[in-house]
């Protein structure tokens, strides 16, 4: 989604922008701009595509300058175009502002300026909030921002500039995220902290209705009404490296490759020598667990296939229902919440718009709240009650990978923690799944250890316009998982079905070599997915099957197998979802698609 950053210092602006910038690529965009201080007037170059578009204007044109605002848009409010893309300015370009979020009641202010006589070029929401500033600019840039805000709705983060205030920056944040980088002689305004990482790791996180003037040697923080206040500088405790490729190809891979590393890292510091389970910033006792007559887990696209495997560890090990729910199918439906209730909310990004909204809505009306997200300070993290965080690192491929391991590996913990804290499950059947969860990681990196047959199976796959991947109980939320990588990295279309559903609809589709992935890992229905395998046999589709090492039979059955390490049926996935990664990359490849950065599709998701 729309990236933002902002400079003020003695560097040249243009670099420190563009720099930032391609950082903020990940997030997905479909144009890019920056607005510079250039010898007392401001220079807005901006473009539709991607940021070596603007790279190579901005070569050619040579700006200096100091001060700057950047964007990377990813269009809500008109299509990608030169106009609509950001920066925007006041009709005498005497104020230039970039934009995330969308600001819901545009056009009744649109309306009004129109009145006024204002002019707009582009189709954005962004517009109005440039037209604003100029009807309530007096001399006071802050002075202006706050007025401006105080008319708007909806989400925003704002970073703005004026030409006649030359040693100021002013950024606002509401709902969309927003960050202060504090340097020495310089300062940095930020959606996201990869962006400004090279040159700090000291930052601010803006909390909603605060403001920020941000000077060269200075910034004073502010809520939207003026009142000054005081934050602690939150010190980043990862490095560029960790935001780099570091020899692969991709980030997906590279991402992929680092999962056993990840799963240690969240598991090992929560799992102690004596085989207890410490989860460090959750507090939730025995009585509070025991008041619990529910569990919501509310999450959006990976993140929610994680939590499907929620539900069936909780519901396994201590025994409370549960309901796992899509954030904007949540937010929008009548959910049963009180405070009875225990919503544990899913998000890599921590600000994924649909999943804060939802975490908003269980707060207001009572429940618990308990985040699992993998990026410290994020809006989703600071509002929620107890907060477990996945060590996985910097996630920058848009498509999940390791996010989603340890969001499952964290859900894993989190179940046996309530489980044994309301004496829920057995002392043999507590040892047997540690002793599991210990081994993921070790079974992880043995998958990966050999990718010569999934490099071949993705050459079988790669030219088929439909795949469908077919599942049993928690093989079929693998399979759901496998399918969303697919599609959304090579673009080819895929479903994926509970295999005993088949034949109520989609065997209709199955014919002379159709590619179907079947999972086949659940000892328990083993013999019902072998029927189903063999169904689609029947009507001659190719069958790569996935299945437990030592199961010599499947491959009488599938075409092609690949095995999993033995592992207890209800953590599988955290296996089994391994070689589907792989599949779905190699088959991009193959496409020639660009992988970390699938066209329409952004990593942060911070608008409706
Ligand atoms: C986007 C990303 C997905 C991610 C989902 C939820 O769609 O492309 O990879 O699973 O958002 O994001 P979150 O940050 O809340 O986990």
Known sequence: MCGIVGYIGNKQAVEVLTDGLAKLEYRGYDSAGVAILNDNDIEVRKFKGRLSVLSQDLERNNIHGNVGIGHTRWATHGEPSDINSHPHWNQSCSIAIVHNGIIENYMDIKEDLLQKGYKFTSDTDTEVVCHLLNEYYEGDLVGAVKKTVSKLEGAYALSVMSRDNPDELVAVRMTSPLIIGIGEEENFIASDIPAILKYTKNVYILNDGEMALVKKDGIELMTVNGTPISKEVFTVDWDVEAAEKGGYDHFMIKEIHEQPKAIKETLSPRLKKDKTIKLDDINLTKENIENFNKVYIVACGTAYHAGLLGKVLIEKFVKIPVIVDIASEFRYG???????????????????????????????????????????????????????????????????????????????????????????????????????????????????????????????????????????????????????????????????????????????????????????????????????????????????????????????????????????????????????????????????????????????????
């Open 334 to 608: 009548n959910p049963f919440i009180d405070d009875k209730t225990l919503i544990i909310v899913v998000s890599q990004s921590g600000e994924t718009i649909d999943t804060f909204e939802a975490l908003r809505l269980g707060k207001r009306k009572g429940a618990r709240i308990m985040a699992v997200t993998n990026v410290v300070g994020s809006s989703i993290a600071r509002e929620a009650h107890d907060v477990l965080y996945t060590w996985a690192g910097p996630e920058i491929a848009v498509a999940s990978t390791k996010a989603y391991t340890t969001q499952m590996a964290s859900l894993a913990l989190i179940a046996l923690d309530m489980a044994v804290k309301t004496d829920a499950i057995s002392q043999p059947e507590y040892n047997k799944a540690i002793e599991e969860i210990e081994q993921l990681s070790s079974k992880v990196a043995e998958i990966l250890e050999d990718l010569d047959l999934v490099k071949d199976l993705a050459l079988d796959i790669y030219q088929a316009e439909d795949v469908f991947f077919i599942g049993r109980g928690v093989d079929y939320d693998v399979a759901r998982e496998g399918s969303l990588k697919l599609k959304e990295i090579s673009y080819i279309h895929s479903e994926a079905i509970q295999a005993g559903e088949l034949k109520h609809g989609t065997l209709a589709l199955i014919e002379k070599d159709t590619p179907v992935i079947a999972l086949a890992t659940q000892d328990r229905l083993y013999d019902k997915m072998l029927s189903n395998i063999k169904e689609v046999k029947a009507r001659r589709a190719y069958v790569i099957a996935i299945a437990k090492k030592g199961n010599k039979e499947i491959e009488k059955s599938a075409d092609k197998v690949i095995y999993i390490p033995d592992v207890m049926d209800e953590l599988s996935p955290i296996l089994s979802v391994i070689p589907l990664q792989l599949l779905s990359y190699y088959v991009a490849k193959e496409r020639d698609c660009d992988i970390d950065k699938p066209r329409n599709l952004a990593k942060s998701v911070t608008v409706e």
